[in-house]
């Protein structure tokens, strides 16, 4: 599987951004698809993901003003986030969680990250 993730830039405090992550490859064994961050000096964590069945999940620092969703026939995941925070200034990271039914293993899957950058 493979992932091209797009649409960071610099943004004012309360301001919007829409990420996109489109994969391509083995589509059909990804399970979850969704979007980590790693700021400067902190570890990577998860900010939101969807499942194929539509289930999402987000960090609670997050909720609210992220929101995740999936173009399953584009294979596209987007990550639209608003209200926009100093704090959310990051490197963004689409991934994609895959299980192979012909061999009963799972794997994860990044895309290049793409830097949001949140302005006071």
């Known amino acids: 599987v493979q992932l091209q993730a797009s649409g960071g830039g610099l943004v004012q405090a309360g301001g919007s951004l829409r990420l996109s992550c489109a994969a391509s490859?083995?589509?059909?064994?990804?399970?979850?698809m969704g979007w980590y961050r790693q700021a400067p000096g902190k570890q990577r964590e998860m900010v939101a993901n969807v499942g194929n069945s539509g289930s999402t999940n987000y960090a609670d620092s997050v909720k609210g003003r992220f929101t995740i969703s999936s173009d399953s026939g584009k294979n596209t995941v987007y990550l639209q986030m608003n209200s926009l925070k100093p704090e959310d200034t990051a490197v963004y990271y689409c991934?994609?969680?895959?299980?192979?039914?012909?061999?009963?293993?799972?794997?994860?899957?990044w895309g290049q990250g793409t830097l949001v950058t949140v302005s006071s």
């Open positions: 490859g083995s589509t059909n064994s990804i399970q979850f």
């Open positions: 991934n994609a969680d895959t299980f192979s039914m012909a061999t009963a293993e799972a794997s994860r899957y």
